[in-house]
């Protein structure tokens, strides 16, 4: 009988160290924590310059993500820490247009409630390609930090979601 209850307990022991372990591996394999680049003030108040945040790195397709979240991406497919963020405003197969401060999507004038200001930068009607997102950064007087000068980014690029 003692020998069943030395057995029972590694048992019991292995159990819970593999419960633990997948706990731990839930935590931090899903998740990443990153540091805004200390220079980067394009998602004020969001995420301020050289601000910890954390990402979901479990990323759906790009057409079920939903406008207004936000993403992190590589800015070069090149260079693994151009991190930058940007917001969700036009998924796959949607229309995107910029002009005189605002940003139109599909035809329609987009009411975004996360700007306070216009949107700088003008950009002829797009159509967002399959498996791209049109991100915008919430600052949207720094033109050149998002797609209005370097276009939809591809899901390849996606690095995750931010928590908040």
């Known amino acids: 009988m003692g020998e069943l209850l030395k057995i029972l307990r590694v048992y019991l022991f292995l159990g819970v160290l593999a ?5 731990v591996y839930w935590l931090f394999g899903a998740y990443a924590w990153r540091i805004m680049p200390e220079d980067d003030t394009t998602m004020v108040p969001l995420v301020g310059p050289g601000q ?15 406008r207004g979240e936000v993403v992190a991406y590589q800015k070069d497919a090149a260079d693994p820490d151009s991190l930058r963020l940007g917001r969700v405003v036009a998924l796959p ?8 401060g605002q940003v139109r999507l599909n035809g329609e004038a987009m009411v975004d409630p996360t700007v306070s200001a ?5 950009l002829p009607e797009i159509l967002v390609p399959r498996g791209y997102l049109f991100l915008l950064v919430d600052v949207r007087a720094e033109v050149g930090s998002d797609s209005r000068t370097s276009g939809p980014v591809s899901a390849s690029r996606l690095l995750g979601k931010l928590v908040h």
């Not at 990402?55 to 939903?66: F, I, N, Q, S």
């Not at 216009?118 to 003008?122: I, K, N, P, V």
């Open 93 to 100: 197969g949607e229309r995107v247009a910029i002009a005189n």
């Open 52 to 66: 910890l945040f954390r990402l979901d790195k479990r990323l759906p397709p790009p057409e079920r993500l939903c």
């Open 118 to 122: 216009r949107t700088e930068g003008s």
């Open 19 to 23: 419960v633990a372990g997948g706990l």
